[in-house]
Structures are given as C-alpha cells and as structure tokens.
C-alpha cells in the first residue's frame, strides 16, 4: 500500500534513505526537491499553473480552455516525437556515407536546438517570474503550439487535395496581377511538361531527398563572387515547400521554414505528388498559376495536349514568370527553351524518369 506522508515534511528533512521510497509515495513525490524542478519545468513548458495536488486533480478542476491546451500539447509532443523518431530512422541509415553532404544541415540544425533550449531554461528559471513576460509566453506558446498543430493537418490534406489558395496565389490578386488556375489531376498533364520541368529545374528530381546539395555548394560560391546577383539552388520539392505553406520574400525565417516543409513533404508525400502540386501550384506567367491556365492562356489548349517546345517554353519562364514572358516571348525564353529541349533528351532515357513522367 502507499504509505502517506505529512504534507508538512520539509524539503531539507529529506535524506537519501528517503530515494528507496520514491516511487512508493506520491506525496513524497511531489515534494522532492530535484522531482518538483522537474514537474515545474514541464508546467512551465505547458504554461499552466500546476497546483500541488498533481496533474490529475488539476485536469478535473481545470476549466475547458485549460483541458484543451494540455490535451493540444499532449498530441504536438506526441507527434513531435514521432517525426524525430521517424526521421533518424530514416536518415540515420545514410548519414556515414553522406556525412560530408549533410554536415551543414546538422551544424544548423544543431544550432537552432541549442537556442530554442537557451529561450526555453532562460523563460523557466529567470523570465517566468515577471507576470507581463508570462502572459506574453502563454500565447506565444499556443500560438506555435496551434502552428505545428495545423502544418501536420495541411500536409496530410495537400497530399489529397491541391491548396485551395496559397499566400502566392494572394499576393498575385493583391498585386493586381489577377488569378488564373485550373488544377488538373496528374494523369491529365502531358508527359513532355512534367519532363520538362525536371530537365530545367531538378535533374535530380528522381533520386535525391528534396535538396541538391551539389547545386546548393556552387550557388553559395556565386553569389560570394558576384554580390549583386544571386543564383538559387532550390529542388522542385523546396520549391513546393515555399509555393504551397509560405511566402515569396527571401529571409533567414522563410529559408529555415523551407527547409523544414521539404523534410515534411519528401517524408511523407511521393515523388508523384510533389510533381503533381507543383506542375498545379507554381506560377507560371503574371497571375497565371498551373500548367493548365498556362496551356490555355498561352496556346489555347488542354494541359494534356502540350507538345516537347510548348513545354520547354513554359519551363524556361519558371525561375521568373513575371519577368520571362512567352507572349511576346522574351529574349531569355528564345534563348534558354532550345537548351531545354535538349537537356530533355539527355534526362529522358532514365528509368526513374520514365516512371515519374508517365
């Protein structure tokens, strides 16, 4: 049976005897010094004001609003703990062979753990006692909490479905650049624009894990050299990350959010479906957003009827459709969609390839 304490026993009475009871008694539990910094750490976490009774008589006199907040941070640890597990699974296996690679990612990544940890025992043991700083933590906390909660409900939606409206999509209408889309399923799309894409965008499209790091290494050595330009190196996969959950605007939050939805989306999603939301999703001339619009508003035909040059002309406009027209056709289309067409035959004869593209 469990032995019950005075509530009153002082934390300096007890001794190291008292450990072989730990377990044994609750309310030895709750008292004991290093244990209750523990608990008050996770309740500082959580951000709930934890009485002494414990967790259990806190949830029944808890109001709703509370229960709610607990029952959310329950299921985000929950998930939370599943993707890290799902991805050392995943990414472990290939980390010896691919330490060189993948050493920026982990450096970086690494870093961010470390600060987040750093905010985190900062808010905990120092910042948590001014009232103002922990109502801010509060809804900061469920603010994220909701966020994380909601990109897991829109990757699993997006895998189904194509985004009914993307911030992209907004700015274009805000922009005064109107909105023309028609989504098409993936057996509708001709063949010739999903080879073309690749051929333009993502060679490796097939065979890497959502970043060309190669691509990314040479396009860093760039833009040091030439500090007025800058030279992208973004998969197809990140470029789906940032059309389908962000924004346009390139800054450090953006990229890092990037980076984070690839992960998700080459996790979860297959090779098919990232092809399909992005040949559906990237624009591809001023307000003009699908391959679909595209065909009909530049040759006045169905996406599925796209013959080889139509689809390396639509492919040539995708690093800047604003600026890149195909009607008038600029001169960087005239000169880039040749090329195009030839980098679609040198790809085509791939296995991988041929499977994607069917």
């Not at 032995?3 to 009153?8: K, T």
């Not at 197809?236 to 984070?260: D, H, M």
Request: charged share 20%; hydrophobic share 45%; proline share 4%.
């Amino acid at each position: 049976m469990i032995v019950r304490l005075n509530s009153q026993i002082k934390r300096t009475e007890i001794n190291n005897n008292l450990l072989k009871l730990l377990f044994r008694d609750y309310q030895l539990w709750l008292n004991f010094s290093l244990v209750l910094k523990i608990r008050r750490l996770f309740c500082k976490i959580a951000l709930i004001n934890m009485p002494i009774p414990g967790i259990r008589q806190y949830i029944l006199k808890a109001s709703r609003s509370n229960v709610f907040w607990i029952r959310a941070a329950m299921v985000g640890g929950g998930l939370l703990l599943f993707q890290l597990v799902y991805f050392l699974y995943l990414y472990i296996p290939e980390l010896k062979d691919r330490w060189v690679d993948l050493q920026p990612l982990i450096k970086y990544g690494a870093i961010l753990i470390v600060l987040i940890a750093m905010v985190i025992l900062a808010y905990v043991f120092y910042f948590s006692k001014f009232p103002s700083l922990r109502k801010f933590s509060i809804y900061t906390f469920r603010v994220v909490l909701s966020l994380y909660l909601m990109q897991w409900v829109f990757v699993i939606l997006y895998w189904f479905i194509n985004p009914p409206l993307t911030f992209t999509q907004l700015g274009s209408l805000f922009s005064g650049y109107g909105l023309k889309r028609d989504y098409v399923s993936y057996s509708e799309i001709s063949p010739s624009i999903k080879l073309a894409v690749m051929a333009s965008e993502d060679q490796l499209f097939p065979d890497h894990d959502g970043f060309d790091i190669k691509a990314i290494k040479l396009a860093l050595k760039y833009n040091k050299r030439k500090h007025k330009k800058t030279k992208g190196a973004s998969t197809i996969s990140q470029q789906v990350a940032k059309n389908l959950f962000l924004w346009q605007k390139r800054n450090f939050i953006r990229k890092g959010l990037e980076v984070y939805f690839t992960f998700m989306i080459e996790t979860f999603w297959n090779k098919k479906v990232i092809l399909s939301r992005y040949l559906n999703a990237v624009e591809m001339g001023p307000g003009i957003f699908g391959v679909e619009a595209a065909a009909k508003s530049y040759f006045n035909k169905s996406a599925k009827d796209l013959d080889r040059s139509e689809a390396a002309m639509i492919a040539a406009c995708l690093p800047n459709p604003k600026k890149y027209t195909i009607k008038p056709m600029s001169p960087y289309i005239r000169a880039r969609y040749d090329d195009i067409l030839v980098q679609m035959n040198n790809i085509e004869p791939d296995e991988d390839v041929l499977v994607l593209i069917k």
